[in-house]
């Protein structure tokens, strides 16, 4: 049930995000074929979507226009849009989808700005983040570059895929053991509160996504060596916290060691100390 309840959570999302791609494609009475490549290209280059086959992505996008053909106004669009992305973070990237669906052509027309004004208002996205992710549009980057998570964040999912690890994860003990890591100058900027709330985010992530699509996104948020050493730092002290590390917990310790590409030596060293 919680697997099939995870699946429902991604469509619903993913529905949600082309839906807004649509709306800025057709907000002025037209839809570009540079509109729909824009669109095309935006999803294939965001983890979202990954292992979305080509019918998949044409099937979402009919039934995403038919859905908003059938919608009786623009209110109850983002009513439904709202309800599908609960958490700031995608409702940034709606409108950062938004936004660059109406800039493909280079300029946006009084309709399209009108919509994105709407959207921007309906979703509590500030004036600071639209301008930071419409400046990342205009110079031709990825929404990764303005939707960039936190450091102290991935860090967190980390620790979070650990104690997930044998199916059983419990927010309050995540959120417990994220705690109990703050004396750790990694998070010496991070409050108590924003820590609980890396730690809701990531438990949700989980959720929605799966383990493959998380294991993704930190292997594009932790670039460098020293990040990953980190990262692995950390997860292998919530492995050992217990005195034992299980086989699940070995598992995800296994595959963070492949996705970050660590040595074996530089890995032994890491758990000698953990």
């Not at 959120?175 to 010496?188: G, H, K, N, T």
């Not at 292997?219 to 020293?226: M, R």
């Amino acid at each position: 049930m919680a697997r099939d309840q995870a699946i429902k959570t991604r469509k619903e999302r993913n529905a949600a995000l082309v839906e807004a791609m649509l709306l800025a494609a057709m907000a002025d009475g037209s839809v570009s074929q540079r509109e729909m490549q824009t669109l095309l290209a935006r999803v294939l280059e965001r983890p979202e979507f990954e292992g979305t086959q080509a019918g998949e992505l044409n099937l979402l996008v009919e039934s995403s226009a038919v859905r908003l053909s059938e919608a009786r106004n623009l209110e109850e669009v983002l009513a439904s849009l709202r309800r599908r992305l609960p958490d700031h973070k995608n409702r940034m990237l709606a409108f950062g989808l938004a936004a660059a669906v109406a800039l493909a052509d280079q300029r946006a027309t009084r309709s399209e700005l009108g919509l994105l004004k709407t959207f921007q208002a309906a979703l509590g996205i500030s004036e600071d983040e639209v301008a930071q992710i419409i400046d990342v549009i205009e110079q031709g980057g990825s929404l990764s570059e303005a939707l960039g998570e936190p450091l102290e964040r991935l860090f967190a999912e980390v620790m979070v895929l650990v104690l997930a690890a044998d199916g059983q994860l419990k927010e309050a003990e995540a959120r417990a053991m994220v705690e109990s890591f703050a004396a750790d100058p990694l998070f010496q900027n991070v409050s108590p509160e924003r820590a609980q709330g890396f730690v809701s985010e990531s438990v949700a992530a989980l959720a929605s996504d799966g383990l493959p699509q998380r294991m993704h996104v930190l292997a594009h948020g932790l670039a460098t060596h020293s990040q990953r050493m980190k990262a692995y730092q950390l997860a292998t002290k919530i492995a050992h916290a217990s005195g034992r590390t299980s086989h699940a917990e070995q598992r995800i310790l296994d595959l963070l060691q492949a996705t970050f590409g660590l040595a074996d030596d530089e890995v032994a060293r890491l758990d000698e100390q953990g």
